[in-house]
């Protein structure tokens, strides 16, 4: 089974569109939150993930926009676009994100789905350091991750090794892909990174596919029309510091 993953679209539509073109033929899609937040489309966005599939876990952004939660977390930029994105999206969209589920879940064996960690919804995992003890304790040997926005994998091995790297580009334009060999004996927490706002220095929107049967995880990365994204943002209002970070990638 080839499963492709995506997280932090954060109602980025250019970036989500360009992500489902460059992605191969997949048998599920399994989402990690933050499908709102940020972003001029939320409403579009919700409705196309909600057409990709039912496997989900709840972000940070989905509970504040959806009303959940409240904004004390929030610095104020994210807060503005908080209360923006709630007072745009539908009802039938604001009780589907509320009603998304915690994680972790397990829609297959040996794999667990998450928005920060196994241990806390909101909890930023970032080095080899913040996930040791995570997965020296973890149920399961695969994780998936996102809520960093930071294409990475960080492991464990079976001597007690931890590692952090991001995936391995040929080249920092266009299309690319790198791909990871999930070994036995070994702990992974995988981020596929943000498909619609990258803080990871590179600003193509970002994505993975699992294929389960060759134990293989593909990671993408996409160019997509930001300038587009941006002039929803600058359009709808919304603060200019999200626009801008879009061309950035931080």
């Known amino acids: ?10 109602a980025n539509l250019e970036a989500l569109e360009a ?28 409705t196309r993930s909600r057409e990709l599939g039912s496997i989900f876990v709840r972000g940070n952004h989905d509970k504040a926009c959806s009303g959940v939660s409240d904004l004390g977390d929030f610095n104020p930029i994210a807060g503005l676009a908080a209360l923006w994105t709630r007072e745009k999206l539908t009802q039938d969209h604001l009780q589907f994100l509320r009603e998304l589920p915690h994680g972790p879940i397990s829609p297959i064996e040996n794999v667990q789905l998450v928005h920060g960690s196994p241990r806390d919804e909101d909890e930023y995992v970032l ?16 994780t998936f991750f996102g809520h960093t926005h930071v294409q990475r994998c960080l492991l464990l091995e079976d001597n007690g090794q931890g590692k952090s790297f991001p995936p391995d580009y040929k080249s920092p334009k ?10 036995p004996k070994t702990t992974y927490m995988v981020n596929p990174g943000s498909v619609g706002q990258p803080r990871d220095g590179d600003p193509r929107a970002a994505f993975l596919v699992y294929d389960t049967d060759a134990a293989l995880i593909t990671f993408y990365r996409v160019p997509y029309n930001i300038q587009c994204a941006q002039e929803k943002i600058f359009a709808a209002g919304l603060p200019e510091r999200l626009a801008i970070r879009l061309e950035e990638g931080h």
């Open 1 to 10: 089974m080839r499963v492709l993953i995506l997280s932090d679209i954060h």
């Open 19 to 46: 992500c489902l073109d460059a992605a191969p033929e997949y048998d599920q899609v399994y989402n990690l939150g933050d499908i709102v937040g940020y972003g001029a489309n939320p409403n579009e966005v919700t």
């Open 127 to 142: 080095m080899a350091s913040d996930a040791y003890a995570i997965l020296q304790e973890a149920a399961v040997p695969l």
């Open 174 to 183: 266009g299309k690319q892909t790198a791909r990871l060999e999930i070994k």
